[in-house]
């Protein structure tokens, strides 16, 4: 027999709460529970947000700096920056981040210069991040590529729409919601912690296996 020949497979929000509700059992009904499925596939994909860093929610960004403008605007998806990189006449400067109370405690904000240290302000529910440079962007000309955090995509509706995750995510989140449509129907608690365990192990292996794929050196940051 022929296999199909593609790699496209995913799979609707209708069909994970489809999966996920034939997993806790019971009369399948309409009207709230795709809703409140809904909100739990939100509050799902924050709390793994909460548990670390998933690869495809992170991206690239790239501004232009502006002479003596202290602080950068990041969009309200952001949610927190990795790395940043200064590029000047083709070249990749690397910035250090430190924390907001050092940024703080900095005596020479007001210092023009070529920026060589970056604290992250994070977001809220109303504002984007905002990061600030030391020293002051001394010209127009240099750009800064941060590798950023993004917010997962939210989840509206169900018909027509996929949760924004890896494709590996998929069994992990149908028992993710299975479990938290099982706590509201009140299953009982002996089939609520197997279809627990079974969430975490499924998140778990999925983790573990979002990871990059190359060796790893840990040295330690002295300073003095």
Do not use: C
Not at 30 to 51: T, V
Not at 129 to 137: D, G, K, N, R
Not at 208 to 219: A, H, K, P, Q
């Amino acid at each position: 027999m022929a296999t199909s020949g593609t790699y496209n497979w995913s799979m609707s929000i209708d069909e994970v709460i489809e999966e996920a509700l034939e997993m806790v059992g019971g009369e399948q009904t309409s009207g709230h529970e795709p809703k409140s499925a809904r909100r739990s596939i939100n509050l799902i994909l924050n709390d793994w947000q909460n548990r670390g860093i998933t690869l495809w929610s992170t991206d690239t960004t790239v501004v232009s700096v502006t002479t003596s403008v202290t602080t950068v605007a990041l969009t309200s998806s952001t949610l927190d920056v990795l790395e940043a990189v200064l590029n000047r006449d083709d070249t990749d400067l690397v910035l250090t981040r430190i924390s907001m109370q050092e940024y703080l405690q900095q005596p020479t904000k007001g210092r023009t210069g070529r920026p060589t240290q970056f604290a992250v302000r994070p977001s809220n529910s109303s504002n984007a991040p905002t990061v600030f440079l030391w020293p002051i962007p001394e010209n127009s000309t240099d750009t800064i590529r941060f590798e950023q955090v993004k917010y997962l995509q939210d989840v509206n509706k169900s018909e027509g729409q996929t949760a924004d995750i890896a494709r590996r995510f998929f069994p992990a989140l149908t028992a993710g919601v299975a479990y938290e449509m099982g706590i509201k129907r009140d299953i009982g608690l002996q089939k609520l912690a197997l279809i627990k365990g079974d969430y975490e192990a499924k998140l778990q292996r999925a983790m573990e296996e979002d990871r990059e794929r190359v060796s790893m050196y840990i040295l330690p940051k002295i300073r003095v």
